[in-house]
């Protein structure tokens, strides 16, 4: 079952809409999954549904709602691309991780408790990265995360678990980013990175001419055993 929500911003003076997929019974957990700069389009509401199929309740709240509510973006269309880049650098992420901390406290009520974990792609995988660093997120999942190695000073908060799946052609994040990334988290006792040569961003989106269906099938693989393990 889906539905669209209100959940309360941290402050409680506003509130910010997010989609909604449960599963046919009790959730074993909850996981928030963080949009892409395309907004909460057709793909990340599939990305929940597929979750609230193997029992999570799916919450993929809207973080562009400061800048325009309910944003729905096609990568695959020129301009709606563009648009979506230009909203990337209007996007304030300090902000839209209080919005997904929001989106936690939310779930886990929702929930009566149980774990939430996260999962984000492109931006939602940087701010899945500070979801994991800021947040009491129990598992925290990034896919092309983009902007990390300007964040590496904050891997000394990451208490909870983190995967970072990394493509090695990624046109936003070079070669020496990837290195960066590994030489600041390899040791981290919480954080793993999956290296996927050949693959560009946005290989695993649900949709589009960007995926690439043996790379997003590895990698959905292996965050979903990521969340069996750490969310069950």
Partial sequence: MTSTVSIPTLSGGDEFSAYVARPAGDPKAAIIVIQEIFGVNA??????????????????????????????????????????LDLMGQFDPDEGVRDIEAAIRWARAETGGKKVGAVGYCLGGKLA??????????????????????????????ANPLMLHVPEEDGFVDKAAQKAMHEGLDDHPKV?????????????????????????????????AFFAQHLG
């Fill in 192 to 224: 793993t990175l999956h290296d996927y040569p050949g693959l560009d961003h946005g290989f695993a989106t649900q949709f589009g001419d960007r995926r690439d269906d043996a790379g997003a099938t590895l990698a959905d693989e292996r965050t979903d």
């Fill in 129 to 158: 990265y500070m979801t994991a660093a800021r947040t009491d997120s129990d598992a925290s999942v990034g896919y092309y995360a983009v902007g990390v190695p300007d964040m590496l000073g904050e891997a000394k908060a990451i």
């Fill in 43 to 84: 793909g990340i509401r599939r990305k929940c549904d597929l979750l609230a199929e193997q029992g999570y309740l799916a919450v993929a709240p809207d973080l562009f709602w400061q800048l325009e509510r309910g944003i729905e973006l096609d990568p695959d269309v020129e301009p709606e691309f563009k648009r979506a």
